[in-house]
Nanobody, 124 residues
Framework: QVQLVESGGGLVQAGGSLRLSCAASGRTFSTYAMGWFRQAPGKEREFVAAITWSGGSTRYADSVKGRFTISRDNAKNTVYLQMNSLKPEDTAVYYC?????????????????WGQGTEVTVSS
């Protein structure tokens, strides 16, 4: 397993941007698919975006498509989530997750390592 630490959350006005980072420990990071999920108060954790080990393929939830971009830098053991045109409904705790089998799924149960989360608040 890898250990994951998210950063970059904060308070932003609607229409603004944030970039989240997720730093991973472990030499096998480059073989993992990575995902971002989020959980709003009173709601279940939901899929946001995922990326394959090489970065060659990505997938997004419909609610963020065209606004969010997932990327990774395997040399830095880091995955990013660039969030543009933020909306109040994007307010949530954002978690990164790692899948050792490289599936880049939108199903949270397939991810075996999770970070502690970083909070994003979008004001209207």
């Amino acid at each position: 397993q890898v250990q994951l630490v998210e950063s970059g959350g904060g308070l932003v006005q609607a229409g603004g941007s944030l970039r989240l980072s997720c730093a991973a420990s472990g030499r096998t990071f480059s073989t993992y698919a990575m995902g971002w999920f989020r959980q709003a108060p009173g709601k279940e954790r939901e899929f946001v975006a995922a990326i394959t080990w090489s970065g060659g393929s990505t997938r997004y939830a419909d609610s963020v498509k065209g606004r969010f971009t997932i990327s990774r830098d395997n040399a830095k053991n880091t995955v990013y989530l660039q969030m543009n045109s933020l909306k109040p409904e994007d307010t949530a705790v954002y978690y990164c997750a790692a899948d050792r089998y490289g599936r880049s799924s939108n199903q949270r149960f397939l991810y075996d390592s999770w970070g502690q989360g970083t909070e994003v608040t979008v004001s209207s």
